[in-house]
């Protein structure tokens, strides 16, 4: 997570310190979240051997794909809902 805003290095630094899985959770839901601002767009989704894999694509055309992680629709919800806090309280 390099050339992040200052406001944001603190909380990239808090996921980096996670589990694997915890950060997969939360980068899956601001992936979500991106789509939801109109930033990106879902193009694929494609089992695997670890679930499904979501493939996005960003306005700028930067492709990329995330393994959806094993949690719940609440979990999800409550994540995403904890990102919209975290980036509202710091202006994005």
Do not use: H
């Amino acid at each position: 997570m390099t050339n992040l805003p200052p406001e944001l290095r603190q909380f990239a630094a808090f996921l980096d310190a996670q589990p694997s899985n915890v950060q997969l959770a939360f980068q899956y839901c601001m992936a979500l979240l991106m789509v939801e601002a109109g930033k990106a767009k879902l193009v694929s989704t494609e089992p695997s051997e670890n679930g499904s894999v979501c493939t996005f694509e960003t306005m700028a055309g930067d492709i990329f794909s995330i393994n959806r992680p094993a949690i719940s629709e609440d979990e999800e919800a409550v994540l995403i809902e904890q990102l919209r806090v975290i980036l509202d309280e710091e202006g994005f």
